[in-house]
């Protein structure tokens, strides 16, 4: 497993989908390789990207091998009935198109486990409200990085909320113009400054 | 007005290597070239980091094939003459003596020296981001993001080209630049001033708008304002980072 999780943070694609599929040949549990290596292997890969060892690249190659690995097993998972942790719906808010910060988190939460329904960028308060109502997740997160779509997310977030006044899902805001401030003023639940703390974030609402 | 539809730009797989390796989290947004060379001297002697490289290289060769074929670069922009600067506000007017008025808020100390602003909008066309968008939804963050960089850079040497034309203004003129002024990206002078700037341009000529939250479409375009005038000292157009109320943590600065 130790092979596995270098693979895997070195961005080795192809052979971490190798030693996935060998080691299950081999009889392991599927479910220990998940949290026992590709799970916090992430996680280091995470804290290494969040210290400045790692550049945003190596992020993304370590992801895409974690992915290669996840196509051999989540058919395995699924097939046992085995769930994900949790499901989050995640979006940038409508008029805005910038996903670099977003596709972070979507990382950070799919490499601890958690199902994350993306909606992608420019997204409508409806197309959210539909699929919170669809996928019942454990929480929401809304990007910005606009001044402008600041005003945008306010007004999602208040819709949202009023839609899904019984069900109170939890909503987490994230972008470079926001702060905690904001995040109180538009009630919304969490301000993430970074992936690892969206991700924390999401983990103590299990 | 000066309108280009095809401004010849070329970019090689090694500025995009070098602009992945610069890791604004790391520097603080300082370019770190020293960062860079110890990080490839370390990566000669390590597999499994060499790996790494070799793997970015072909991916970014790749997708800077894919995306030449689909970079638009076009331009428009016009001369506005400064007539005066009063309570943050600046008064041009162009050709035709029609004036406008912009708030620049705090960066209109940038203009007190000039005499002639160049108005401008520039553009990679809306191919490139639809590829990165598709990349991004079939969950592909390394393409998508690799994408992303190649219009960045793209679009940063269009706005070298633009630096150029005022530049070469300036000098026949005798005179000196002002720093790179864009609504959004400057202190005081917000991203809703974008719709001001823009009316100034027949910007649907190189098949841009501006939609209802300020935002230029596609979305790897740029506008922005550069002064000439006699009293600038300057040769080349600078940037006003150092007068950022973001300057500590920004990570795009210069």
């Known amino acids: ?169 939890k909503i987490m805001i994230g972008g470079a113009p926001l702060n905690n401030e904001f995040a109180q003023e538009i009630n919304a639940d969490f301000f993430g400054v970074d992936p690892a703390s969206a991700k924390d974030f999401v983990r103590s609402l299990l | 007005m000066l309108i280009i539809k095809n401004i010849d730009i070329h970019l090689s797989t090694e500025e995009i290597l070098e602009s992945l390796c610069n890791n604004p989290q790391k520097t603080g947004g300082k370019k770190n070239t020293k960062k860079i060379k110890h990080q490839q001297k370390n990566i000669k002697g390590d597999f499994l980091a060499a790996n790494i490289v070799n793997k970015m290289s072909d991916i970014v060769e790749l997708c800077l094939k894919k995306s030449r074929k689909c970079i638009r670069s076009k331009l428009v922009a016009r001369w506005f003459e400064i007539k005066e600067i009063k309570d943050e506000k600046v008064y041009f007017f162009g050709l035709n003596k029609k004036s406008l008025v912009l708030d620049l808020g705090f960066s209109s100390k940038f203009l007190k020296e000039s005499n002639t602003a160049f108005f401008s909008v520039y553009t990679i066309g809306g191919e490139l981001e639809a590829k990165e968008a598709k990349a991004s939804l079939k969950g592909d963050y390394l393409e998508s993001y690799i994408y992303d960089i190649i219009g960045l850079l793209y679009l940063k040497k269009i706005g070298t080209f633009v630096n150029e034309i005022v530049e070469k203004k300036a000098h026949d003129l005798g005179w000196g630049v002002g720093p790179f002024l864009s609504p959004g990206s400057v202190h005081g002078w917000e991203l809703s001033g974008q719709n001001l700037l823009c009316s100034a341009l027949p910007i649907n000529e190189i098949d841009v708008h501006i939609n209802e939250y300020s935002v230029l479409i596609p979305h790897k375009s740029l506008s922005c304002l550069i002064a000439i005038g006699s009293k600038y000292q300057k040769k080349k157009v600078g940037s006003t980072c150092d007068h950022c109320v973001s300057k500590e943590l920004c990570q795009m600065k210069y």
């Open chain 1, 1 to 169: 497993m130790k092979k596995l999780a270098e693979y895997i943070k070195y961005g080795k694609g192809v052979e971490t989908a190798n030693r996935v599929k060998q080691l299950i040949n081999e009889g392991a549990n599927p479910e220990t390789l998940l949290n026992d290596a590709m799970i916090p292997v992430m996680d280091e890969v995470g804290a290494l990207f969040q210290s400045g060892e790692f550049f945003m690249p190596e992020m993304l190659i370590a992801a895409r091998a974690m992915q290669q690995g996840m196509d051999i097993i989540k058919p395995i998972l699924v097939a046992k009935g085995i769930k994900p942790m949790g499901t989050v719906v995640i979006g940038t808010v409508e008029g805005d198109l910038h996903d670099l910060g977003k596709n972070l988190v979507i990382i950070a939460l799919e490499g601890a486990g958690f199902k994350v329904v993306d909606l992608g960028v420019d997204v409508p308060a409806a197309k959210f409200i539909n699929a919170i109502k669809d996928h019942n997740p454990l929480a929401v997160g809304l990007s910005a990085l606009l001044s402008s779509t600041m005003l945008v997310m306010k007004d999602t977030v208040a819709k949202i909320q009023k839609a899904h006044a019984e069900k109170k899902v």
